[in-house]
Each structure stands twice: as C-alpha cells, then as structure tokens.
C-alpha cells in the first residue's frame, strides 16, 4: 500500500517536489520554534540555585582615569568598605556583600581555563565576601562556604558549583583539591604567587546567574579583600538582601547615604524581583513574536497545501473516475488522496530530521543537549503530521465526488 | 498590451477566489512583516528629528588603546576628543556629550528613573529638538557649570505632574537641577539625541572626566556636507599618532574612527574588524534574513502558481497555436503575478498603518513614533514588486515551456 503510494507520489515528482520543499522548510520553522522552547522548558525546570526575593542589587560606577593603578585601587576599596558599613547600617538592609555576576544582569566576568584534556572550561569568577552567601541564600552541599580570613590564606578558597565539580574532578571527592590550568601542549600552568593557587574548599547548587531560562553551570566564588590591591580589585556591584516589604524610601535613603560616602560614585539600585519580570519578559516577548510569524507561515502554507491538492483533485478526475469505475470506494479514493500527502510529509520530515540534527552533530550551539533537539523535532512532527493530514481532507472529499460517468465521458 | 495584461490578471483573480485569497492573504503578512522592519530599520538610520542633519554626521563613539597585552576598548574620554578631535577641517561644528544613563529621583516617596545624558552647548545646535517650553543651555551655563536642565515632556510628567516644569527644580543623584526647558520625548532609536534629562557636562560631580583618554563620551562631527567624510577620517587618523598616551608602559597606540549612524549600529550588531565596522556585512546579513523569511511564502506561491498553470492550459495552448511567443507568455503571467504581490503590499501597507501604531502604543521601544513615510512605502512597493517576480518566475517559465500541441489536448503531467 505505502509502496504504492510510494509510486504515485514518484511518478508526479515535479509537482511533489515543490510540496516537499514547502513542508521541509515549514518543518524546519517549527523545529526552530519547538527548539527555543524545549530549551526554555527544560530549564525552566531546573532548580535556580539562588533566592531572588527580597533582594537588591547595586551597581556602582566609579569614575577612572586610569585602569589597574594599585593606589587608586587601595583608595577604591577603602571607599567600598566604607559603602559596605553604610549598606549594613540601614535598618531594612539584612545582609550585604559584593558580588560581580549579579543574577539576572549581563555583566559576566568568566575566566576560562584549559582543562587537562585540552578541553576549555569557562565559568563565572565571582569574588565575594562570606556574607554572600546569606544573601543569595546559596545551598551548601559539600565542604564550607568562605569565611572571614579567608583572603589572607597562602592560597585562594574556591567555592564551586556541582556540575563545575563534576567536570573537573568526575566523581571524586572535590574537597580540598586545585583548580589547575594547562597551557596547550597538556602542561600544568605555573603561577607566579603561592597564592594564587585556586584550592576547592566546598560546593554548592548550580548558581544560575543568567536566570531560569539559561543554562550556565559553571560558577566560582572566592573571597573579595576589601583592604588589599594586590590581590582583589574594587566591587562593582552589590547584593542587599533587605526585610520584606522595602518600598522606594529605603531606596532614596540608601541612595543618599552612599553618596555622601562617595560623591562622585555613580549609583543604580535595583529591586532583583522586578529585574527578574523583566528577564523574563525580555525573553519571552522575542519567542511570542516568532511562534506568531511561524504560525502564520503555516498557517499560509495549509492554506496553500488545500489550494494546491484541490487543484490536483480536479486534474486528476480522469484517473479517479477510472478507480471509481473499477470498483474503487468512495474512503479508498480519499485515502490515496490523503495517503500521498503523508507519504510525502514523511519523506519530507526525514531530510528535515537529517538536516536538522546536523547542529548537534556539527557541534554548533554546544551549549544546547541534544535532548533538546530531539524533543523539537518530536514536537514539531507531532504539529505538521496531522495539520497536513487536515489539509488533505476536503480536497480528499472532493475526490470522492468524483462521478465516474462524468470522469470517464471527459476527453 | 499592459492593459490587456492587467484586464486578464484581474478576470483571473476573480476566477478562482479561494486561490486568490489564499495568495492575497500570504503576500499581505510576509509584506506586512517585510515593511514594520523596514519601518524600524528606516527610522534607525534616516535623519529623523531630533537628529535632522544626520546624513552629514560622524559620530566618534568607539576606541581602542592598545599595548602589549593590554587593550581598553569603548566610548573614547572627554579628554581625547577635546585636545585631539576639535578643529578638523571640513568638520563646521562639533559636540560631545556623555551616553544616557538611568538617573532616579524620588517624587513623594515614588521612584523615577530617567535617562540622564551630560551634553555641551553645541550638542543644541547639531540637533533640532523641539522645545514645548523654555530653551537649551548655552555657552555661559555650560561654562559656570550651572545646574540646568532641559527634560522630556515624560520626565515632566513623572516629575511634576501637571504642573509647569520650567523654573521647578528637582533631584536626582545627589544633585539638584532647575528645569529651564521641556522638548517632545525621542525616541529610543534616535542614538545621540535620546534622553528624558540633558545637562551640562561641567555638572559632572569630579573632575577625572575632563582627563581621560577613555570614558565614556561620544561625540557628533558635523560636516559640511557627506562628501568630506572621507577628507575628515583621513584627518582624524593622521591625529592619532600625535596623541600623548597617558600610561605609556600600558597602552602605547590608540585607534579608531569616525563613524555614520550605519557603522555604528553594524559595528554593534556584529561586531568590528581591525576596528573598521563590517558595513559590508551587516547589510548583506540583513539581505539573507529578508530573503530567507521570503523563501516560505515565495514557495508556496510559486507552487500555488504552478497548480493554477494547468487549469489555464487549454487558454495558453490556443495562445501558443496562435503564435504567442514565450515572451509575452511569461510577460503575462510575470504581470498577474506583480498585480497580485502589489495587491497584497497594499493590504499589507494597510496593515503595518494599524501594526506600528500598535507597537507604537504597547510602550516596548521607548517613545517609538513609527510613521510611514513617502521612503517606506517606496520601499513596501519594491518589495512587493520583487516578492512578485520571485515567485512568478518559475511557473511563468514552466508555462511557457508548455507543448502547445498536448495543451490543446488539455494534456497533463
């Protein structure tokens, strides 16, 4: 039966073949869309590693003339330890701490180091005091959070992230161990300073800085010195976790106080809850607009698909009235119909299948798993089969109309 | 003969209705989409108010100091473009001004966050805002370092309500400035000249700015007119050599180049190479995308096309018998398939009237004041022109290839 229809589908190919593009390419708009979601959804789902509510951001701007100057530094973090005091004075203000990476911000300080196999790994280095934890309500699983003194030890205490932990060290104990980076040749990096040897002293949950829709694994946090130059530089940015219920005169206050510490420091206080609505929105709004255009696509392409169908139906009533004559039912006549276009769905889903899967297979977009992908596919398959089966059911109909006298006396 | 193509095109439109919607309806949303984007990308780029006179301007908004191992890369400081970038010839008046920043002040207990931009006195003069009440600041105030402000019409309202804003004075960073005039809001998109509060840049509470090679200021060289923009690049790269590198043992050269709102924005996009922007590029890549969008609904009308081919076999074989050429078979059906695509831009046209008012409403681009100009609706018609030809090409040559001997037979296949 499917052989046949094989047949028939073959023996008109030219005029199949453009169908078949138009359904490829649809297949593949859907895959797109599917496959932005399916990545959104599986995220989405995992846990986020930190506690937005009630939590502030801020961000400072500190005029320079001038980059990396050891003086002008020491007098940044003399002034940053004073913000720090003022910070922790107001009575709404819980904790603080600095905290590059801020959640849900585009700042992002990576470093990337060669792992021994060759292979890079970037993560997020986040410099922090131990009151960073508190704020973010970050979930220790394995080993210690930083602690005071910390920034003075003969080496730097890294908190890492599990999945960073699982990468570097597989399913060994963590704890204790160096984060070590090899130059190209598999050579170990040497460093300059005893203490810039990077020891893991405990894990926690994945901190999911870019927020629930992406997927950013690999985090590190170690101590910020507020006192030496040498071996941190000033914050730029703060996490506040505040009493429930902190409305905008804590934000002025707050504000004024800082600046009279810092006169000529630029502030930007920002409330993490209403940045995280707006993350979200700023995600969301660009996949709206394009699920939109894409149904509309399809929407047009169905359309089309009748049209075209129809058109075949009525060409073709000399060949169905002869299947008619010859004992054929009116629902094996609408099946051949509607058995074509799915064959050619089909044919038509497999090249689009095999394009598709050639980004995970090619490596392009790494950072997506290939469940992601099989998932739009799936989805996108799950959408096209039956829309196109719909399109062939009237022009399926009207094949069945045929009137076999009437096909017969055509020519 | 146009006319005898055009009265076929129409009876064939009315023939088939449900072809005729279907292709109406597809050609009117890929148009509709095709001109909000370039609604958008239009008033990106063409000189629009405030930004009138930008079709003759440079904007210096990126640089590069390098050393070995060491780059700083951004908005060039006040201190570069004031010693090194004034008195370039060809270049009639020239600006600098800071980026808009958010800014809050706190009204009644309410929070409102502006976007705060410090200019000179010349910023004024290469753009043209439109003042509702009061004016700009001048020469003298930017040089006392008053604290005036002009502000948008929103900032107005957020600020006093209803009240009159000029002479009021209100806070935000720590400092208090008094209104001395109101303009209509601009829009987002207008690069150099959005903001809700302008200032002069003498306010700025330190005084590291005035210094610094880097910062984070740009600015606006107006030209007398396009044609020497080249003579002034060329200036401005024979300067930099000339330039005292502040921290030699760190950064010993400096690089980059005055550039047209088109650079910028491409640099932006996709980035820059040996700090030129790939213009290049950024258009081609805008090309692709617009063609690539094109290509779904471009096949199903060429395949809707080819459908309705054979149902007017037995009207091309007798005009083949006839003597017809292929010429003017594939001229005709190039034209029905133009009239429709037009038809469809022109609905679409409609559409994209209603759309952008709806984008301009929903408050997602910052004071969007999308209009359709004479320039947009030339370029709806080209598109649609274009859309047309692309689709109707191949069915008008598989049309024309047609045996007149087995049309006339009403052959198939």
Redesign the interface.
């Known amino acids: 039966m499917i052989a046949h229809y094989l047949k028939l589908v073959w023996n008109r190919r030219r005029a199949n073949g453009l169908i078949l593009v138009e359904i490829l390419v649809s297949f593949l708009v859907l895959c797109a869309v599917f496959g932005v979601v399916a990545y959104y959804a599986m995220n989405w789902f995992r846990p986020l590693g930190f506690d937005y509510r009630n939590v502030w951001t801020l961000e400072v701007d500190i005029p320079q003339a001038t980059l990396d100057d050891r003086e002008q530094t020491a007098r940044a973090l003399a002034t940053s330890q004073r913000l720090l005091a003022t910070m922790h004075d107001d009575p709404q203000v819980e904790s603080a701490a600095p905290m590059p990476n801020t959640p849900y911000s585009g700042s992002m300080s990576r470093r990337g180091i060669r792992l021994k196999d060759g292979s890079m790994l970037q993560y997020l280095s986040s410099p922090t005091t131990p009151e960073g934890r508190d704020v973010l309500r970050l979930e220790l699983v394995a080993g210690r959070w930083l602690e005071p003194g910390d920034e003075a030890l003969e080496f730097t205490p890294h908190v890492i992230t599990q999945d960073m932990a699982r990468r570097l060290f597989g399913r060994e104990n963590p704890i204790g161990r160096t984060i070590d980076g090899f130059d190209d040749k598999g050579q170990p990096e040497t460093v300059r300073e005893s203490w810039q040897v990077r020891r893991v002293v405990g894990v926690i949950r994945n901190y999911r800085k870019s927020g629930e829709f992406a997927d950013m694994r690999y985090a590190a946090f170690h101590p910020q010195s507020m006192s030496d130059p040498v071996r941190s530089s000033e914050p730029w940015s703060y996490v506040l976790r505040v009493n429930p219920g902190t409305r905008a005169a804590f934000e002025e206050r707050l504000l004024k106080a800082l600046r009279a510490e810092a006169p000529e420091w630029t502030f930007g206080l920002r409330s993490l809850e209403l940045e995280r609505q707006r993350h979200i929105r700023d995600r969301l709004m660009p996949l709206a607009f394009g699920g939109t255009l894409a149904g509309f696509l399809i929407l047009m392409v169905g359309m089309g698909l009748v049209g075209v169908l129809w058109q075949n139906v009525t060409r073709r009533t000399q060949e169905l009235g002869l299947r008619r004559a010859l004992g054929a039912t009116a629902s094996a006549v609408r099946n051949q119909i509607i058995g074509e276009i799915v064959v050619l769905t089909v044919i038509a889903l497999f090249i689009g299948t095999v394009l598709f899967l050639q980004l995970p297979l090619l490596g392009v977009l790494s950072f997506v798993g290939v469940g992601v992908f099989v998932s739009a596919i799936v989805a996108s398959s799950l959408v096209i089969v039956p829309f196109v089966i719909a399109c062939g059911l009237y022009p399926g109909w009207l094949a069945t109309q045929v009137e076999p006298a009437q096909a017969l006396q055509y020519e | 003969m146009l006319t005898n193509y055009l009265k076929l095109a129409y009876k064939v439109l009315l023939r088939r209705k ?2 005729t ?2 292709s109406l ?2 050609t009117s ?1 890929t148009l509709l ?1 095709l001109m909000i984007a370039s609604a958008m990308l239009d008033h990106t780029f063409a000189p629009l108010p405030p930004e009138v006179r930008l079709d003759r301007t440079l904007h210096v908004t990126y640089m590069a100091m390098r050393g070995e191992g060491n780059e ?1 890369s951004g908005s060039p ?1 006040y201190g570069f473009l004031d010693r090194y970038c004034r008195g370039i010839p060809h270049v009639e008046r020239m600006s600098v001004f800071t980026g808009a ?2 800014a ?1 002040s ?1 009204v009644g ?3 409102v966050v502006s976007q705060l931009r410090h200019t000179d006195a010349e910023y004024w003069s290469i753009l043209d805002f439109d003042f509702v009440a009061g004016q700009a600041y001048g020469e003298s105030e930017v040089a006392d370092g008053s604290h005036v402000a002009v502000i948008s019409e929103a900032a107005a309202r957020n600020l006093f309500g209803d009240r009159a804003a000029v002479g009021q004075s209100f806070e935000t ?2 400092q208090t400035f008094r209104v001395i005039g109101v303009v209509r809001n601009v829009p987002r998109m207008r690069e150099t000249a959005f903001a809700d509060i302008w200032v002069p840049v003498t306010t ?3 005084d ?2 005035k ?2 090679l880097m ?1 984070d200021f740009n600015a606006m060289l107006l030209a007398d007119s396009p044609r020497n923009f080249r003579a002034i690049r060329a200036e401005f790269a024979a300067r930099l050599p000339h330039v005292v590198m ?2 030699p043992d ?1 950064y010993k050269t400096m690089s980059g180049s005055p550039r047209t709102r088109l650079e910028d924005i491409a640099a932006d996009a996709i980035g820059t190479k040996d700090d030129m922007p790939q213009t290049g590029l950024f258009i081609g890549v805008l090309v692709l995308l617009a063609l690539l969008f094109m ?3 471009a ?6 096309n ?3 081919i ?2 007017r076999v037995p009207e091309i074989g007798v005009r083949k018998a006839f003597g017809a050429s292929t010429g003017h078979l594939v001229g005709q059906f190039i034209v029905e398939n133009i009239v429709l695509a037009v038809l469809g831009g022109a609905i679409g046209f409609l559409l994209s009237l209603w759309a952008l008012q709806l984008i301009n409403g929903s408050g ?1 681009i910052t004071n969007a004041d999308f209009q359709v100009n004479p320039r947009i609706f030339l370029y709806g018609l080209g598109l649609s022109v274009f859309f047309g030809v692309l689709s109707g090409a191949y069915p008008a040559w598989r049309m024309a290839r047609l045996d007149p001997v087995e049309a006339l037979r ?1 052959g ?2």
Not at chain 2, 299 to 304: G, H, Q, R, Y
């Open positions: 449900f072809f919607f279907v309806f597809g949303v989409v700083w400081g920043h958010g809050s706190f207990g309410e929070k960073r720590g700025l509470p330190s590291v700015w210094t610094g910062g502040t921290e760190r290509l779904l609904p096949i199903n009308l060429v395949n809707m080819i459908s309705r054979f149902e997602l009403g198939h296949r």
